[in-house]
């Protein structure tokens, strides 16, 4: 537990950054512990390779390389909203459609029903509330069932 609080003092002296009562304390530890001296040489190692590394600096077409991707991407962004716009004026257009076609449909199929061919099914007309069906069941609840006195 206290080479924890060593190895962070190992740290801040290499970085210059210990008091001197740190410094001999620091000394007395090592000099008396294996595995922190071991951490200070490894430290040390890594500190050094790092040192070594030298600064590179970026080419001068980078920033301008960088710049006009993003304006590349603003202008895929303005197309983009277009694109949606469009896409929701198809949707809309597609939906009106779809309406009156089907109302078209709904008017074109009422007109045509033929008694007989509900005969050939075996179909019984089925008004607004068909028997059994949820709707015939509240407007019977609704209205009171004429069957319930009998």
């Given amino acids: 537990m206290e080479c924890k ?3 962070k003092l190992i740290s801040r002296e290499i970085d210059n950054e210990i008091s001197e009562y740190e410094r001999e304390s620091l000394k007395l530890h090592l000099s008396q512990c294996l595995k922190c001296r071991q951490f200070k040489f490894s430290l040390l190692s890594v500190s050094d390779i790092h040192a070594g590394i ?5 080419p001068s077409t980078i920033l301008s390389g960088i710049m006009s991707g993003i304006h590349e991407k603003n202008d895929d962004w303005a197309l983009a909203g277009w694109a949606k ?8 257009f597609v939906m009106l459609v779809g309406a009156g076609v089907g109302n078209f449909l709904a008017e074109k199929s009422a007109v045509d029903v033929n008694p007989v ?3 050939i099914f075996h179909v019984e007309y089925l008004g607004n509330y ?4 949820v709707g ?5 609840a609704m209205e009171g069932d004429k069957n319930e006195g009998k």
Avoid: R, T
């Avoid at 030298?54 to 970026?58: H, T």
């Avoid at 068909?130 to 069906?133: A, D, E, F, M, R």
């Fill in 136 to 140: 015939y069941l509240v407007a019977a």
């Fill in 85 to 92: 716009f469009a896409v929701s004026v198809a949707a809309v």
């Fill in 117 to 119: 061919e509900d005969n």
């Fill in 130 to 133: 068909p028997p059994g069906s």
């Fill in 54 to 58: 030298k600064d590179v600096e970026p």
């Fill in 5 to 7: 609080k060593y190895h």
